[in-house]
């Protein structure tokens, strides 16, 4: 078994015990797969909170390089 796949086996079942996961992470699956919710940043700033119903690859990548106005900035 792999050593990243223990490690989210881990972050499952403490998750499912009720216990705060914190994921830093620029893998956009495991983001997408592993979080309840993601909260992005830019320049040391919050610019966006996504719940657990919006994580997709691709939304995580839109938001992460787009302002609130759908500016890009990647």
Do not use: W, Y
């Amino acid at each position: 078994m792999g050593a990243k796949k223990v490690i989210h086996e881990e972050i499952v079942q403490l998750a499912d015990r009720g216990k705060c996961v914190l994921l830093i992470s620029s893998d956009l699956p495991e983001l997408a797969t592993l979080s309840d919710r993601v909260m992005i940043m830019r320049k040391g700033r919050f610019i966006r909170e996504m719940s657990k119903t919006e994580l997709s690859e691709n939304a995580i990548l839109l938001a992460a390089n787009t302002d609130r106005e759908g500016r890009d900035h990647g």
